[in-house]
């Protein structure tokens, strides 16, 4: 009798655990992601560093606006 009363509380638990977790995963909002399309260019440095001086590194100007930078990525024929 002792041992079913354990298991339904450990199952309780189980269930009441599980049911937070989804309420707040709906409650919490996902962050956005990129950037407000605007004017003007964003910077991203990219490095690499192999360690005893080599390495590379490069700054590369993105546009914020969408169609110039598909017109950037879209290959030269």
């Known amino acids: 009798m002792q041992t079913a009363m354990v298991i339904a509380g450990i199952l309780a638990a189980v269930i009441l655990v599980a049911l937070l977790a989804r309420s707040r995963a709906k409650s919490d909002p996902k962050p956005e992601r990129g950037i407000e399309p605007g004017q003007g260019e ?31 990525m879209t290959p030269k024929k």
Do not use: C, M, T
């Open 42 to 72: 964003q910077l991203v440095n990219a490095s690499y560093d192999s360690g005893g001086g080599g390495g590379h590194g490069i700054v590369v100007r993105v546009p914020k606006d969408p169609q110039e930078y598909a017109k950037i």
